[in-house]
């Protein structure tokens, strides 16, 4: 069996296509752009170099990106003082503090701050626990882009068995909660599971997310299943000196098991930002009092 291969990128493509057109409405409907705010504590490259990239799409989405740079020693005071200000700035839909911060601030505490209305990386506690009951919320990026493949893919999640490998607050756990959203039986596996390579084999839905190149070996993977491929590890290359992207599955092996795999990159990596996009307008559209139907995007 050669797996097919789920295109995040043309998914991705599409979806920013969708929100381009829906962030002209918005405009047209309240003579104002949808906003983002991202805040940037220090000088990490990696963070950089994503901050960016969110900026860039959010004005090529027809949206207002407000960058704040603020330098690596800030005090958390100072910090929280700019989060107020943005929850009260009526021109700011969604708020983004880029994560890792510097050390010394406390990452929860920040977090807490954000309005959860702004919220739109649904890290806030009150976003997490309207997924956790079914109320809406902000779903964080990564995973409801992880569940946007999987329901192009296989329609109806219904009574399939999915395995989450990683428990992190920002992709494991709210994967997971998304997945018993759609009534699947869920197993969250992690560094402490048992027999993990047998506990995968169950899966009809394997979701990757552990951060450890190619971990996930191909006679782990139940022949025809649906493969999320979450991780991004970067690994030296066959050419000295160069690097290269690899996922958490072997993606060669997998590929000749599973029905369906994302590859790395261009797989799970480019729904992120759109999700991001989405997840502003959708706040700009319920912030502004304008309904919005639950499939417009
Ligand atoms: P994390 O380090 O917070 O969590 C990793 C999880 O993996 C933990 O819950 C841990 O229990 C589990 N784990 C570690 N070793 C394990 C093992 N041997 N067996 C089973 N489980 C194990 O990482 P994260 O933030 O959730 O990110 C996971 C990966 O996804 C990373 O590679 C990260 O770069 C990538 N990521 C990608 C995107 C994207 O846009 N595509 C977004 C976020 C994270």
């Known amino acids: 069996m050669t797996a097919d291969v789920i295109d995040g990128k043309a998914f991705a493509g599409a979806l920013r296509g969708r929100i381009a057109t829906l962030a002209a409405d918005f405009t047209a ?3 104002r752009k949808a906003g983002l705010a991202v805040v940037l504590v220090g000088e990490d490259p990696a963070s950089q170099v994503y901050v960016r990239s969110k900026g860039k799409s959010t004005v090529e989405a027809g949206m207002a ?11 958390e005071a100072d910090l929280i003082a700019l989060v107020n200000a943005l929850n009260a700035d009526p021109a700011v839909d969604g708020i983004l503090v880029q994560l890792p911060l510097p050390g010394h601030l406390d990452e929860q505490t920040v977090i807490a701050t954000i309005n959860p209305d702004k919220d739109v990386d649904g890290f806030h ?43 992190s ?9 998304l997945l018993l959203a759609e009534s699947c039986t869920v197993t969250i596996a992690h560094s402490r599971t048992k027999n993990l390579p047998d506990v995968v084999r169950r899966a009809d839905i394997v979701v990757a997310a552990v951060g450890r190149p190619e971990m996930v070996k191909a006679d782990w993977i139940k022949p025809g299943a649906t493969v999320i491929d979450v991780g991004i590890n970067r690994v030296a ?18 590929a000749g098991v599973a029905g369906a795999i ?17 997840n502003t307008l959708v706040a700009a559209f319920r912030n502004s009092g304008i309904a919005l139907a639950d499939d417009a995007i």
């Open 65 to 75: 990106s407000f960058e704040h740079r603020l330098p690596a020693d800030t005090a």
């Open 29 to 31: 409907q309240t003579g």
């Open 262 to 278: 994302t590859p790395v990159p261009g797989g799970v990596g480019p729904m992120t930002i759109a999700v991001l996009l989405r």
């Open 169 to 177: 607050n920002i992709v494991g756990k709210p994967m997971a909660q």
């Open 125 to 167: 506690v009150t976003n997490a626990g309207r997924l956790a009951v079914g109320q809406p919320g902000f779903v964080p990026c990564t995973p409801l882009g992880c569940l946007m493949l999987l329901k192009d893919r296989l329609g109806s999640l219904s009574g399939l068995d999915a395995v989450v490998i990683g428990r």
């Open 237 to 254: 290359a066959a050419d000295p000196g160069k690097t290269r992207l690899v996922g958490d599955v072997d993606y060669a092996g997998a």
